[in-house]
C-alpha cells in the first residue's frame, strides 16, 4: 500500500485558523494529479505548532475530503510516548490507512529509548506504522540495526529516511525483510534510494509538482531508469529550491505565488524574505506554474 509518490502536505492558515477550503483544493490537485498518498500533519503540515484538537481536526478532515480514494498516513509523532500514542490511537479510531512516526526530538533517547518507544505504540494500536529518521530536524537518528530490530514487529511496516546517507539506506535494506518499505524523505535523494532498493517517496515536491514527482517515482518502480533519471535532472532545481528556508517555508511562498493558499506560517516559522520569495517566483516562471 505504502508505496509511489506520497505527499507531505502543507496546512494552508486562513488569520490564523485552518483554512479547509484551500485544503480540499490541495487534496483534490494531489488526486487529480496522480498522488499514490497523503500525509497530512507531518511536519510539513507544522504539526509542532498545531493545539491537538486542530491536530485531530486535519486528520478527520482528510479522511473526509480524500474518501478512501488513495492511502492517508497521518502524522502522530512526538517526542512524549504518551503524546504519540494517543495521536497514533486517534489516527487508528479515525480510519486512517497508516501512521507516520517521527523519531522524539530535543530529549535524544538512545537506540534502546528509540526502540520501546516505537514498539509501545505498535503494540498498543493495530495500525500499519511508519517509522521517520529525520536526524537534522530531531538530533537523534535510528541506526538501521535498531531499524531492523523494529522491523520484526508486524505493524512497523517501513520508514521514511531523511539522514541524508545512501550507505544508511543501503544497511537499512540489507537488514530488513523484503516487505519493509523504505521510501525517501528528502525529494533531491529519491531516485537514489530507489535505485538501491527504495519504493517512492514522501514529498515536500509534490506539494507543487505532483504530476511530475508521481512520474519519475513509478518510471523508477517499473525500471524506467532513464525517464527517471531524466525527470530528476528536470526537478533537481526545484528540489533544492525548496529548502533555501526551513521547510515548509518555501513550499508554502511557492502555493502562495501559484494562488493556492494565504501566505501564512504558525509563528516561529515566518513568510519567506523578500530575496527568498523573488527566488521562487523566478523559479516557478522557469518550470511554467506561474505566468
Not at 494529479?33 to 497530512?40: A, E, L, Q, Y
Not at 529548502?243 to 516559522?269: D, S
Request: proline share 5%.
Amino acid at each position: 500500500m505504502f508505496k509511489g509518490s506520497i505527499v507531505a502536505i502543507v496546512t494552508p492558515f486562513k488569520n490564523g485558523k485552518f483554512d479547509k477550503e484551500s485544503f480540499k483544493k490541495l487534496i483534490e490537485f494531489q488526486i487529480e494529479n496522480g498522488t499514490d498518498g497523503i500525509v497530512p500533519v507531518g511536519t510539513t503540515g507544522e504539526s509542532a505548532t498545531l493545539t491537538h484538537d486542530e491536530h485531530k481536526e486535519i486528520i478527520e478532515y482528510t479522511l473526509e475530503v480524500v474518501n478512501k480514494r488513495i492511502p492517508v498516513i497521518a502524522g502522530t509523532g512526538s517526542n512524549s510516548t504518551a503524546e504519540a500514542l494517543d495521536l497514533t490511537k486517534f489516527a487508528k479510531k479515525a480510519g486512517c490507512d497508516g501512521a507516520l512516526l517521527i523519531t522524539p526530538y530535543y530529549n535524544k533517547p538512545t537506540q534502546e529509548g528509540l526502540y520501546i518507544h516505537f514498539k509501545t505504540i505498535a503494540d498498543e494500536v493495530d495500525i500499519p506504522i511508519i517509522l521517520y529518521n529525520v536526524p537534522s530536524r530531531t538530533g537523534i537518528s535510528i541506526l538501521p540495526e535498531t531499524v531492523a530490530k523494529l522491523a520484526e514487529i508486524k505493524n512497523i511496516v517501513g520508514i521514511k529516511e531523511a539522514s541524508g546517507s545512501l550507505d544508511q539506506v543501503s544497511k537499512i535494506i540489507s537488514l530488513c525483510p523484503e516487505d519493509f518499505v523504505v521510501l525517501s524523505g528528502d525529494d533531491s535523494m529519491t531516485l537514489g534510494i530507489m535505485a538501491v532498493g527504495g519504493k517512492g517517496v514522501i514529498s515536500v515536491a509534490a506539494n507543487i509538482m505532483p504530476a511530475e514527482v508521481s512520474r519519475m517515482v513509478h518510471d523508477a518502480l517499473s525500471g524506467n531508469w532513464q525517464q527517471a533519471q531524466k525527470m530528476h535532472i528536470k526537478l533537481f532545481n526545484i528540489f533544492k529550491t525548496l529548502f533555501v528556508e526551513t521547510n515548509p517555508i518555501p513550499v508554502k511562498g511557492c502555493l502562495y505565488l501559484m494562488k493556492k493558499i494565504q501566505l501564512e506560517l504558525r509563528m516561529p516559522l515566518t513568510p519567506p524574505s523578500e530575496e527568498t520569495l523573488k527566488k521562487l517566483e523566478t523559479t516557478l516562471k522557469q518550470y511554467g506554474l506561474i505566468q
